[in-house]
């Protein structure tokens, strides 16, 4: 593998600039080593060293006038006589227009330091947060964990964003995750309200003299987990930042880190966990080596995702002709496709040059990319005789795509309860609610054989991208259409009715609990349900919120008699109902939906509505523009989800003319069956033009608003 990482990929953007760096020292203790000077420098340019020595009455260091230069050159404070309490809060307060660190001056970090750091000191939009290890990762490599139970603890919410409790030699932790590395940055907003808490902290601290966590300690490493916890239990967030898989040693516990210089474990680092078990067990070892070339050449992350969807649409070019070995090579370049489409995000983490612009890519371009090639093998279906190719090709899109809606509503269900809630409590209390209550107090290390075993079987039954890929690859070496598409609805089919199962049961073992106050106002949830200006008006008008679930029995019933007038050529009827499902769903779908099985709403309505498009093969062959029309939506829902996350808002959702909204598109479609379906065709009949040209303008009133609102959107984010 190339040497991860060249001069332009390594570059320090600079963002925490002439930050303050507090290195809490023992007696004895010396400075950090050149290397480490020399990384803070680095990694925080113009950067100030100040040396807090730990023992009560010690020389002080406070920022000042510089008065000379550790060893690696870098300046450090002036010398007087505090605490180091006292030392940590004027270090605060002096300079509230940057970042102040705090290392806990035992520590070794990898070789060299700087990769393990640039996280903490040099990523966009960092704030207050401390660098931490999850010793019980299930996806996590080997990397040599020890000492574990010498390891400092703490709970991480399961939201995984905030530190809701920290241990130190006397305070307890109930059912911690996360072993704490022994550095912490506090963001320029917060150190006046960190000045404060450490001001307060020898007067809260116990007297008992026999204590670890006495002023008069000697401990460095004590004394930074005082000053952690002090900011937790104060109520000042401090976020949950990964330290990867660094080489990283505290007193006796550790880890020996990946293989490599720090570089190359910053390489390693980049590689995402939350993959399937083919990505991680084979396409990120090979996307860290398309990686490292393209760091060396410069590549940027748009770049990349661009060239993996170049890749994948031009593997479906080769399907879409048929010919055998052009199959072979699409299948080959499926996976192509898969490996760089990997290497983006690895890049933009070894850079540390994100844009939400660029997850909206690399997102929206997964999908675009799996249903071209649905559609190519289709075309190659309907052109060797099997008429069914395109409604197999339409199922496996809608299969998919319910997939993930409903994978994105149960998350928005579970968020307000995955909350991390940071404890408030004063130091003088030495167990956390969850350790006075009886709970774990030491850490968990790797998980067992058996155990990971399990985490990965469910993994694949879930069928995430990567197996997916692998599927359609190998069933592209059979040039047998029907057989790829048959096995990709099964397999999702199966995959859908895991997860959707799992969580019924779930959800019916609980006591039944509607969600009240954490959703007391509209939502994800309600922004994913895609509803248009015809429900939103009424609903505004029409505040009644009825019963959910006979609301969402009687919508599906009646989108059923939809269905059947579509297909037997009833207008009128198909129109009539349409209307009638406007006020039944503006009630069922009054915001916020509470409901505890509201999640499934999004993923039901996109499978009613998907039902009423497909209905109009029932007139003809329109097996490619019911499709497209189908991708379109698709489309729009994706755009809503990647929205909803990247920009934590979504005005194109919230623009009722937009997509033209659920019951707008079942209405387009008892429209189109009313006013140009031809009397007397039939599923084998040639393709209405009519019913055509309608699909066709409906792309555009559905596709071409949501497009532009995102054009407008990352245009004024400037992303």
């Known amino acids: 593998m190339p040497e991860a990482a060249e001069t332009s990929a390594r570059a320090v953007h600079g963002l925490s600039a002439g930050a303050d760096v507090a290195v809490l020292l023992g007696p ?8 480490l000077a020399a990384a803070l ?7 100030r060293i100040v040396p807090v020595p730990v023992p009560e009455t010690v020389p002080e260091a406070v920022p000042g006038p510089t008065d000379g230069r550790d060893a690696g050159g870098v300046p450090t404070g002036a010398v007087g006589s505090a605490s180091p309490w006292l030392v940590l809060s004027r270090a605060a307060s002096a300079s509230p227009d940057r970042p102040l660190f705090v290392l806990d001056g035992t520590v070794s970090f990898a070789d060299p330091p700087l990769p393990s750091l640039l996280d903490l000191l040099d990523r966009p939009g960092a704030g207050t947060e401390t660098l931490l290890v999850a010793p019980g990762d299930p996806e996590a490599p080997p990397v040599g964990l020890a000492g574990l139970p010498a390891a400092t603890p703490a709970r991480v919410g399961a939201d995984g964003r905030l530190v809701e409790s920290s241990g130190s030699p006397r305070h307890r932790v109930g059912d911690p995750n996360r072993a704490v590395v022994g550095a912490l940055r506090v963001d320029p907003a917060d150190r006046a309200e960190a000045a404060r808490l450490w001001g307060a902290t020898e007067a809260a601290l116990p007297a008992d003299p026999t204590s670890a966590t006495d002023p008069g300690a000697t401990d460095p490493g004590a004394t930074f987990d005082l000053a952690l916890l002090t900011l937790v239990r ?16 505290r007193g006796i516990a550790g880890q020996t880190g ?29 996307s860290r080596h398309g990686t490292a070339v393209a760091l060396g050449l410069g590549w940027s992350p748009n770049l990349v995702t661009a060239a993996s969807l170049l890749i994948g649409l031009l593997a479906a070019a080769l399907v879409y002709t048929g010919a055998w070995w052009a199959w072979v090579l699409a299948a080959v370049l499926l996976q192509v496709a898969l490996v760089v489409d990997c290497m983006d995000g690895e890049i933009a983490r070894f850079t540390r040059r994100f844009s939400n612009l660029g997850g909206w890519l690399d997102g929206v371009g997964d999908r675009v990319k799996e249903y071209a090639v649905f559609a190519a093998v289709a075309a190659v279906a309907v052109r060797d005789g099997h008429p069914d190719g395109w409604l197999w090709a339409a199922i496996a899109l809608v299969l998919v795509t319910g997939r993930h809606l409903e994978d994105h509503s149960y998350a928005d269900k579970l968020a307000p309860g995955r909350l991390s809630r940071p404890e408030r409590l004063g130091l003088d209390v030495v167990d956390d609610s969850r350790a006075a209550a009886g709970a774990r107090t030491g850490l968990t290390g790797r998980p067992d054989r058996r155990a990971r075993t399990v985490f990965w079987a469910k993994k694949v039954v879930h069928l995430p991208i990567a197996e997916r890929y692998l599927l359609l690859s190998l069933l592209l070496l059979t040039r047998q259409p029907l057989w790829v598409l048959a096995v990709a609805v099964v397999g999702n089919a199966l995959a859908l009715l895991w997860a959707l199962g799992g969580r019924v049961l779930r959800e019916l073992r609980r006591p039944s609990r509607d969600l009240g106050p954490e959703l007391a106002a509209v939502g994800p949830l309600d922004a994913q349900l895609d509803l248009g200006l015809s429900v939103r008006l009424l609903q505004r008008v029409w505040r009644w919120r009825g019963p959910f679930l006979p609301g969402v029995v009687a919508l599906l019933a009646l989108w059923l008699g939809v269905i059947a007038c579509v297909c037997a050529g009833l207008g009128w009827l198909a129109l009539v109902g349409a209307v009638v499902g406007v006020p039944l769903l503006a009630a069922t779908a009054q915001p916020p939906v509470r409901h505890r099985f509201g999640w499934l709403l999004p993923p039901l309505l996109w499978a009613g509505e998907a039902a009423v498009v497909a209905a109009l ?25 990647y929205g909803l996350r990247l920009r934590t808002r979504a005005t194109a959702a919230l623009d009722p003319l937009a997509g033209l909204g659920v019951e707008g598109r079942v209405l387009l479609v008892a429209l189109l069956v009313l006013l140009v379906a031809p009397a007397g065709g039939g599923p084998t009949a040639p393709a209405p033009s009519g019913l055509v040209t309608g699909l066709v303008f409906g792309m555009v009133l559905v596709g071409l608003p949501a497009a532009l609102a995102s054009v407008r959107e990352w ?3 400037g992303r």
């Open 234 to 249: 104060g109520g000042l967030p401090v976020g949950a930042r990964a330290y990867g898989y660094y080489r990283w040693r």
């Open 28 to 35: 004895g203790s010396r400075m950090p080593t050149a290397d």
């Open 715 to 717: 245009r004024s984010a």
């Open 41 to 47: 420098a680095a990694g925080a340019p113009g950067c």
């Open 617 to 641: 093969l029932a007139h003809g062959r329109l097996g490619g523009a019911v499709f497209g029309f189908l991708a379109v939506v698709a489309y729009r829902r994706y755009d809503l989800i």
């Open 258 to 286: 990946a293989a490599g210089t720090g570089w190359r474990q910053r390489l390693r680092t980049a590689s995402r966990g939350g993959d399937g078990l083919y990505s991680t067990a084979v396409v990120r070892r090979l």
